[in-house]
Structures are given as structure tokens and as C-alpha cells.
């Protein structure tokens, strides 16, 4: 039962436009939610993050939004550039959970030039 | 340059032999994971320990096995008890109190014919 689900495995944008890539969630204890990006052959690295007491959380061309209602949140890249094609995996955790954190199946990016 | 390195990078074996997966950290984090990806699929956690001398069974522990006897390092071994080895294998450390933002090597496949 996958609780972290990011039903979209792949997304082609143009240089310069938004990406959007969408997440969504059944635990209703999750309140920390994260995106990695990765790269082929290496290992995530951290991305942004969001706590549930927040709606948005922006860190330069990189924006997460928060809707707890719908369990859903998204990660915006605006405007999206070449080098930012990878894979994005959402990832969520809840307060308790002894350091585990549990990961979508990730999202691959494509921008062309 | 702190970090995290596993080694190698690439590793054979035949099936019915075990294999350890080298994991070391000079970050000086508490925290240390070890994820298993599989094409298409998220990260999952294998296990993962707190504290020296202490760990934990992540979601998918079962033929694998690891011991936190420094706090630098966390290898992994995979024994002959686990049914399908082949996979990219991702270690990770972070500090206690912000285990969300966890660190990534570069991860080892493994494959086992």
C-alpha cells in the first residue's frame, strides 16, 4: 500500500516554462513533507521541504506548496532550466516515526532546451 | 570535504554468496540509512540505525542484515536469504534532529546472477 504516490512517472517541459510536479498522500500523521532531486548513477539529494503548519515554502526558483485537505502537495520550478532534469522523489514523515522517512516512486523531468 | 562513500560502485556476485556493501560517513551524523531502488520504483528502507550499537528493520529488512559498530560506518550485508539482490543500493546519514534531510552516497549496484 503505497502511501506516498506520485502518479505521474514522467514530464516534458520547455526551457524557461513551470514545472509541476504533483504529489499525493493517505497518512493523515504525516506532517513533514520533502522533495529530492536525483541524478542517474547517484545517489538524492535534498531538495526542499515543507512543514504541515505551512501552506508554500519557497527557496529561489523552487516553490512547495501544501494542501492538507486534499493530501496533495506540489513542487514548482519556475523557470525551469536544462540542468534541472532528473528524477524528483517526494518523500513524507511523520513526528514519531523513529527517522523514517517513506518515498513516492519518484518523477522523471525532462527540459528542453 | 565531508561526505558519505560506498564502495564500489559496481559489484557482482553469484547467487547463493553473501556480500557486504560498504557504508562510511565523516558528517558525524547519528543517523544512518540504507534504501534499495528498483527501476520504477521509490526508495525503500532496508534499515536503519539511530545511534551506535543500535538499529532498526526498515519495511523490506528481510535478508539483509547490518551492524552499527562506529558511528562513521553502516555496512550492509546481503545474504543469500534475499530472494531478488539485484538493485541499486543508496546509503544516507543525518543528524538526529533533522532526520528528514538526509545525506546521500552514491550509491552501489549490485547484481547477483
Known amino acids: 500500500d503505497q502511501q506516498v504516490k506520485q502518479n505521474s512517472p514522467s514530464l516534458s517541459v520547455q526551457e524557461g516554462r513551470i514545472s509541476i510536479l504533483n504529489c499525493d498522500y493517505t497518512?493523515?500523521?504525516?506532517?513533514?513533507f520533502l522533495w529530492y532531486k536525483k541524478y542517474p548513477a547517484e545517489g538524492p539529494t535534498f531538495l526542499i521541504s515543507?512543514?504541515?503548519?505551512?501552506d508554500k515554502n519557497e527557496d529561489g526558483r523552487f516553490t512547495v506548496f501544501l494542501n492538507k485537505s486534499a493530501k496533495h502537495l506540489s513542487l514548482h520550478i519556475v523557470p525551469s532550466q536544462p540542468g534541472d532534469s532528473a528524477v524528483y522523489f517526494c518523500a513524507a514523515s511523520a513526528t514519531g516515526a523513529n527517522s523514517k522517512l517513506t518515498f513516492g516512486k519518484g518523477i522523471t523531468l525532462s527540459v528542453r532546451p | 570535504d565531508g561526505g558519505i562513500t560506498q564502495s564500489p560502485k559496481y559489484l557482482f556476485r553469484k547467487e547463493g554468496q553473501n556480500v557486504t556493501l560498504s557504508c562510511e560517513q565523516n558528517l558525524n551524523h547519528d543517523a544512518m540509512y540504507w534504501y534499495r531502488q528498483d527501476p520504477g520504483q521509490g526508495l525503500r528502507l532496508i534499515y536503519y540505525?539511530?545511534?551506535?550499537?543500535?538499529?532498526q528493520k526498515g519495511d523490506i529488512a528481510e535478508g539483509y542484515s547490518v551492524s552499527r559498530e562506529k558511528k562513521e560506518s553502516f555496512p550492509l550485508t546481503v545474504t543469500s536469504a534475499q530472494k531478488n539482490p539485484t538493485a541499486f543500493y543508496l546509503c544516507?546519514?543525518?543528524?538526529?534532529?533533522?532526520?528528514?534531510?538526509?545525506?546521500f552516497g552514491p550509491g552501489t549496484r549490485l547484481t547477483v546472477t
Open positions: 544516507a546519514s543525518s543528524t538526529q534532529e533533522s532526520f528528514y534531510e538526509q545525506y
Open positions: 540505525s539511530q545511534i551506535v550499537n543500535d538499529f
Open positions: 497518512n493523515s500523521m504525516f506532517d513533514y
Open positions: 515543507i512543514s504541515s503548519i505551512k
